[in-house]
């Protein structure tokens, strides 16, 4: 029975957070700025399916010619979308259940981290709090950005087990120190490997609540299990993150980082996080944007007011009111950032500003008021142990209004008639999806006409160039051809450093033709091979990867083994 009434305050989290979630069950589907998800999901399917993990090249994309998609947009949530996938036969279907899983997700990390705080109701007002904050309506909603609020769910549960390792330090139990050492480097990583700009953000403030953690109980042991956590978290995620930051350069992606989508043209007036209208549009520069950077009222009410009361209360209730400082403080950090009072910051940290757009920062903020919020009312519920009945009911009540304030901004702008084909034929995706996302094709790229946006040829047409015949399909394709004379074969492909080609068996140099591959054929007749191959630079990030998790199972069995009996 006891184990059951336990279970309670996450079955009413996940029950709550199912306002947030209404619209995913209406049928159809809903656009959003990011309207390639169910694409994405398809693709990664389809390259599991032909044997390639971990994912980073994908076929159809990039009009056809393919690209390796999963080396720079962080893969995580797509891995999980395509178990979805290939459950349901259905992509969108999949799209709507990642949704809601990130929802649930949300509300149960957020409620841990909460509860951990403050206590279980306080737990749960942070976790209601942190779902129906407006950027997580923003993120679903307007912007469709799969990673980034799939990330959102996950980065509680990276400050929860920072925060369970300070915690351990108390107990002097190495062995549980280690466990979370292992705990918080997973969830660093897979905030990384979940969305990368996430893993840029939320790196700053966890740096911010060690040193606050730190400064509460300074020692060398401590410092060295916080660093090992972080250093072990950038290990794990070293299969994405290294091959993202030194592949880049063959890809357009660095040319999306101008016009507007520079940080410069994106800041937040301070008035907008108070109150600036809901929409659907996009960020410009200025104060009157097409889409709202409310953080939400009840959020900055609750949060003043718990800084102001944590200040009163601080020798009573030492520990909830350096918390709440703490969040507050930091909330007021992530505001300032966003603004335009924060462009040395910007200017003088070059990694900024692949952040793009500055009011990212608001999960940063939905995090910390939220936690604030929950902060205020564990607080009043402390100065009231009398008459308990007076807490439930403000429980209540507090929990009501934030629903009913917020829950108006949890829908779609409108509902299309969309099925899956309108995603995934090749139509869709040679061309539709191609077109909204395409600068992870190389920079040399071009499209010269129509014709080749979609294309079912193995290589430009050449007078010179007979196809005899084809075997097999890309990423391992073989075909005979015969020339008239010495010809440079243009192949459909896009040009990448793991692309390689046989000639009659023998390995031959290929080059970069206008972000084509283009191969030096012999008069005759040949056997042509075009095979993936996992270049040097990943098959090192893969074995830093596998490192990290030998690290942390060898750490678990030696610390077990060692000290087992002195720390049990």
């Known amino acids: ?68 998609l999963f080396n720079f947009y962080a893969p995580f949530a797509f891995y999980v979308g395509s178990i979805f996938y290939l459950l349901t036969n259905n992509a969108i279907l999949s799209i709507k259940i990642l949704i809601g899983l990130s929802i649930m997700i949300s509300a149960v990390s957020m409620y841990l981290l909460c509860k951990e ?21 923003v993120q679903i909603y307007v912007r469709g950005d799969l990673a980034e609020y799939f990330a959102y769910g ?103 980082l101008t016009g507007g989508a520079d940080y410069s043209k ?45 200040l009163m209360l601080i020798k009573k209730f030492k520990n909830i009111s350096l918390i709440i400082i703490f969040s507050f403080i930091t909330f007021l950090i992530s505001l300032f950032i966003q603004t335009d009072y924060s462009l040395f910051l910007w200017r003088a940290i070059p990694v900024l500003k692949f952040l793009q757009y500055p009011w990212r920062f608001l999960m940063i903020s939905s995090l910390f008021s939220s936690i604030c919020a929950a902060g205020l009312f564990a607080l009043i519920f402390k100065l009231n142990t009398k008459f308990k009945i007076i807490n439930y009911l403000l429980f209540v009540v507090v929990i009501t209004s934030v629903i009913y304030l917020q829950f108006k901004f949890f829908r779609p702008e409108t509902y299309l008639n969309l099925t899956d084909s309108d995603y995934i034929s090749q139509q869709a995706l040679n061309l539709k999806i191609s077109k909204i996302s395409d600068e992870y094709l190389p920079k040399e790229f071009r499209i010269q006409n129509s014709e080749f946006r979609i294309t079912n040829s193995l290589f430009i047409k050449n ?11 890309l990423p391992h394709l073989s075909f005979e051809i015969l020339t008239k004379n010495n010809t440079n074969v243009i192949l459909n492909l896009a040009y990448f450093p793991f692309w390689h080609v046989k000639i009659d068996g023998k390995v031959v140099s290929i080059k970069n033709y206008q972000g084509r591959i283009m191969v030096l054929v012999p008069k005759g007749e040949h056997s042509i091979n075009i095979y993936y191959e996992v270049t040097n630079l990943e098959k090192i990030a893969n074995l830093i990867s596998i490192s990290g998790f030998i690290i942390i199972f060898l750490g678990i069995i030696i610390i077990k083994t060692k000290y087992g009996e002195k720390n049990s």
């Open 1 to 68: 029975m006891k184990k059951l009434l336990n279970f309670i305050p996450y079955l009413l989290v996940i029950v709550l957070g199912i306002f947030a979630m209404l619209p995913l069950f209406h049928s159809g589907f809903f656009p959003t700025h990011d309207d390639t998800q169910p694409s994405r999901i398809f693709e990664m399917l389809k390259a599991l399916k032909l044997g390639m993990f971990p994912v980073r090249w994908v076929p159809d994309l990039g009009y056809g010619f393919g690209y390796p």
């Open 117 to 137: 705080f403050f206590g279980k109701l306080a737990g749960i007002i942070g976790a209601v709090f942190y779902v129906f904050a407006t950027y997580r309506a």
């Open 463 to 473: 007078s010179n160039v007979t196809l005899l015949e084809k075997v097999g399909s």
């Open 266 to 310: 994106n800041f937040v007036c301070p008035i907008q996080f108070w109150y600036s209208p809901w929409g659907y549009g996009g960020s410009v520069a200025g104060c009157v944007d097409g889409l709202s950077f409310m953080i939400g009222k009840l959020h900055i009410i609750f949060s003043l007011l718990s800084f102001v009361l944590a």
């Open 154 to 256: 996950l980065i509680p549960f990276l400050f929860l087990t920072i925060y369970k390792l300070y915690l351990s330090f108390k107990s002097k139990n190495l062995f549980n120190s280690w466990i979370y050492v292992s705990l918080s480097a997973v969830f660093y990583s897979l905030v990384i490997i979940t969305h990368n700009l996430s893993g840029i953000i939320v790196s700053i403030f966890i740096l911010l609540f060690i040193l606050f953690l730190f400064f509460k109980n300074p020692s060398k042991k401590s410092a060295i299990f916080f660093i090992s956590s972080l250093i072990l978290g950038v290990i794990l995620s070293a299969f994405y993150s290294i091959p993202a930051l030194s592949e880049i350069k063959f890809t357009n992606v660095l040319g999306q």
